[in-house]
């Protein structure tokens, strides 16, 4: 079995991240690594407390929500209300970052940014951080699914290879062996 690569599995924590997301115009998740250990995390949201923007609509301001505190903002503010240092340390995001926190990012030492998808990527921000020395890289997700019932999906699998094998065309024996790859299934002619 192959392992997930370091780049997607702390952009699928950020994915994650961005489900718990109050915001209805766009969800985000941000994950702060150093070391490859995740030190934080957080996503876009009302203040803790707070109204959210789920149950009472957003709030906007000059097109802005401004009752959400961004994803990368939570990340960093968790990491200074337990007293964690961000000196050097990357972040996973979800979307390109806006302009205040790609301020935000820059004044707390982060020096890599990844992100997975463009939006609205302000010039500024982009000058900012290449000024900076902070490196960007777009790192799309790859499709990651989490299987919560393995053994059912294994027992379906097998009997769906083995309906496959009873068809005598090449491509069912081609999608049957693929399964078997694929799903790490015994292959009965073998046993």
């Keep these: 079995m192959e392992r997930i690569a370091w780049n997607q599995y702390f952009m699928a924590q950020s994915h994650l991240l961005a489900l718990r997301s109050t915001c209805q115009r ?3 998740g941000a994950t702060v690594v150093r070391d490859k250990r995740i030190i ?18 957003c709030y906007v301001i000059d097109g802005h929500c401004v009752r959400t505190v961004h994803a990368e903002m939570n990340a960093l503010l968790q990491c200074a209300k337990f007293g964690v240092p961000t000196e050097g340390a990357e972040i996973y995001v979800t979307h390109f970052p806006c302009l205040q926190c790609c301020k935000a990012l820059i004044q707390a030492g982060i020096k890599t940014v990844y992100y997975a998808s463009d939006y609205k990527n302000h010039p500024y921000a982009v000058d900012l951080f290449a000024e900076a020395g902070v490196t960007t ?55």
């Excluded at 934080?40 to 609509?57: L, M, R």
């Design 26 to 28: 766009l969800m985000v």
């Design 40 to 57: 934080a995390g957080g996503y876009n949201g009302s203040v803790t407390g707070s109204k959210h923007c789920v149950d009472e609509g």
């Design 137 to 191: 890289e777009q790192v799309e997700l790859d499709a990651v699914v989490v299987d919560t019932k393995p053994q059912e999906t294994r027992s379906m699998m097998e009997k769906v290879v083995d309906k496959l094998k009873q068809l005598d065309d090449t491509e069912s024996q081609q999608l049957a062996e693929e399964a078997v790859s694929r799903y790490q299934l015994p292959n009965k002619e073998r046993i």
